[in-house]
């Protein structure tokens, strides 16, 4: 046996590994598994979808935002199947369905983003590349964005377009700007506190309004994406920690930088929410101007999870997707 054979993906017909729950049944012929990662050995969630539409267009991976599963894309997943395009999607490291990094599983924590970065990496080695189909395009939102620009430079070669939802690069809404937030979240640190909340804290035992909520203006996303935490709170999280904060904030400044954006040279669509109470539209839209392969499109009057819309906002967004990817655009 060889020193790697232990940690080899699994591979199976979904069984217990994905959940299905009133109105968002499992999409047809899934595989689900867990590798394990190389940072940590931490076991990750994985699920691969293919296409059922003809021709058979490729595949998109899609990469979560914070506190997100696979579950929650069960639609879209059935949107691109119909397109031809098959599915790969993982449960980031502390989230989801895969392993938690911290004692307490309800907190959403990482040391940095880098590890993130080496699971996407480690997941199309093992599993993308092997396993789906060709070519591969990158569906990412909030959090997830941040982590494709971070790893864009290593994708060049891999995807051949991507498309980012409402990415990650300035919080909305709060009294202190990125650098005082990376400056209090780094003392804590700093003094042991990494793993206490910051900004948030456990998980509500009830269901949250929807009245007020930031996510989405449509109720029946808003329940159904709610009954999946209610039944498997194991998958749910509460609020970050002052580490992931720090990460976060650290990312974003990474990708901001000259440097970086000069190396992203995969053609990207970046979408934003006009009425984006989570993260910085006005950031989302000027970072789009520095991107030689980037363009950006903001959708009037949508939140924050625009595939989790109501469908005059979420149709703008499968459209733009459409025109975007090549192959989609006469469906």
Not at 17 to 45: C, E, M, W, Y
Not at 122 to 130: A, G, M, N, R, T
Not at 267 to 296: H, M, R, Y
Request: aromatic share 8%; charged share 20%.
């Amino acid at each position: 046996m060889s020193a790697t054979d232990d940690i080899a993906p699994t591979r199976r017909p979904f069984d217990d590994i994905l959940f299905a729950t009133a109105q968002n049944d499992v999409p047809a012929r899934a595989r689900a598994g867990h590798l394990v990662s190389r940072i940590g050995r931490k076991r990750l969630r994985y699920a691969l979808f293919p296409a059922g539409g003809r021709p058979r267009r490729g595949t998109v991976v899609i990469l979560q935002g914070r506190n997100e599963c696979i579950e929650k894309y069960y639609e879209t997943i059935g949107d691109l199947s119909r397109r031809g395009l098959g599915t790969a999607i993982m449960d980031w490291r502390g989230q989801g369905g895969s392993e938690r990094l911290i004692r307490d599983r309800e907190k959403g924590h990482v040391g940095s983003y880098g590890d993130y970065v080496a699971d996407l990496d480690q997941f199309f080695e093992e599993i993308v590349l092997p396993d789906c189909v060709g070519p591969f395009y990158v569906l990412a939102h909030s959090m997830g964005g941040l982590i494709a620009l971070l790893a864009a430079p290593r994708l060049v070669n891999r995807v051949r377009r991507m498309v980012l939802s409402t990415p990650l690069l300035v919080f909305q809404g709060l009294p202190l700007s990125m650098p005082a937030l990376f400056g209090m979240s780094t003392l804590l640190c700093a003094v042991g506190l990494g793993s206490t909340y910051l900004g948030g804290g456990p998980r509500a035992r009830s269901t949250s309004l929807f009245a007020g909520n930031k996510l989405t203006s449509d109720y029946a996303r808003f329940t159904r994406n709610g009954g999946i935490y209610l039944r498997h709170p194991e998958l749910a999280l509460g609020g970050p920690t002052a580490a992931w904060i720090r990460a976060s904030c650290a990312a974003a400044a990474a990708v901001a930088e000259p440097e970086h954006r000069a190396r992203i040279q995969v053609p990207t669509l970046i979408l934003a929410a006009g009425c984006d109470e989570v993260v910085s539209t006005p950031a989302i839209e000027a970072f789009a101007v520095g991107i030689k392969a980037g363009s950006v499109l903001t959708i009037d009057g949508a939140r924050h999870e625009l595939l989790q819309e109501a469908d005059p906002y979420r149709e703008q967004f499968m459209a733009a997707f459409d025109a975007f990817v090549p192959g989609t655009g006469d469906l």
